[in-house]
């Protein structure tokens, strides 16, 4: 059955053989698009041309990573044990282990990620090149742009309002909140170039779903092709109307592009998982008390927390979403492949079901689709689907019953 599918590759579909009309897209779109893939695509060490959508491997971006890379392997270390003496306590030693740790990990996650991404810089070069090549024959075939898709144009305004936003917001009430001392130019500077490597971790997630997301909006394209195939009269490919054939290998490709992604960035998306899992759990504590006496400092000390908190949450759950919603997507395959078989019987009363070339190659297809496996895993170790949300929500919620048990307790 493997060999039968795969013998057609849909790399050699031509986007002449499909038709096409005019996609309506507003220009600001289109614009934000590029600035956000150019962005996000900046923290490899390949160069992106936004206007034809291909990544070339040139050795001056490789250098200029490497360069880049050792700057931050110097630099790293001084910024994060500066902010540890600056916010060790004598009273509380858990506090000082856990900040400990959140700088050790937001300085080793980022010097690891930029290695793997030079190490395996040849396998992202291809396969981004491919992922955006397939995207660009979904688009003409069904006469559909990325961005009319919902999902997608929202992930994109995320990328650009929400996040910074955020950051802004951060940096605005980190003064008070988490240094209640005299801030000097040493000290500020180190804050900042701590949240600028904090939202360096956001950047490097980012990427990912803009990937998954991307695979996730071409398959929702396959079944659309697929769809109007079953809806046709015909029940299978006349003139540039794609077959079922080639329908299902777009599908085939698209799947072992998404996996093939997401198995190169297992690890950064392990330690994400674990890094927010980690951080809604530290930041689930009384907020530090205002260093003044105003209406200012108070919502300083209460807001910065709280804001941190929900923005946590938010990574997460997007980290868990995408991969579900592409895993959704491919799991309907199955029941379109049902559907076109049901419509091609239904539209040719006079023949038998199935039979001939296209009824047998559908077989074929149904047979080969409930052997995969659509879900995204991490190492093997677990999904990345909704499941996996709501065993870290009871979990969070377990910790938080036991917190307050603790505070009971004390107040008593």
Known sequence: VCVYVRAVSPVRLSVRRFSCCTMQVPRWLIVLQSVVLKFLFAILPLSFDRHRERFRNRTKDVILSTVLLVLYAIVGPIVCVELYVMNISGENQITNALSAFQFAFVYFFILIVQIIFIRKKACLHVLLNEMFQLKHVLERMVARSMLEFRLYRLFLVKVTAVDILMQLLALYTFEDSTYTGRVDSVGLASWLTFYAMMYFIAVIENFILVGVLIGAVMQAM???????????????????????????????????????????????????????????????????????????????????????????????????????????????????????????????????????????????????????????????????????????????????????????????
Not at 241 to 262: A, I, R, T, W
Not at 306 to 316: A, I, K, P, W
Not at 353 to 359: D, K, P, Q
């Open 222 to 412: 396959v079944n659309i092709g697929l769809k109007r195939l079953a809806r046709s009269r015909q029940g299978s490919a006349t003139g540039r109307q794609p077959s079922v054939l080639q329908l299902y290998m777009l599908h085939c490709k698209n799947e072992d592009m998404v996996k093939q992604f997401m198995e190169t960035l297992n690890f950064p998306t392990l330690m994400l998982t674990g890094w927010y899992f980690f951080m809604i759990v530290y930041s689930v504590r009384p907020p530090a008390s205002p260093v003044g006496n105003g209406v200012a400092d108070e919502f300083k000390a209460y807001i910065n927390p709280l804001v941190f908190f929900l923005y946590q949450c938010v990574q997460l759950y997007l980290l868990v979403l995408i991969p579900s919603v592409y895993t959704d997507h491919a799991k309907k395959m199955m029941r379109l492949l049902n559907y076109v078989s049901v419509n091609q019987h239904h539209h040719r009363p006079g023949q038998e079901r199935l039979v001939g070339r296209e009824g047998g190659v559908i077989e074929v297809l149904m047979v080969d689709c409930m052997q995969r496996n659509n879900a995204i895993n991490n190492y093997g170790m677990y999904a990345m689907n909704r499941a996996l949300l709501f065993g870290m929500i009871a979990t969070m919620t377990s910790y938080l019953i036991i917190l307050i048990q603790f505070h009971i307790q004390a107040y008593e």
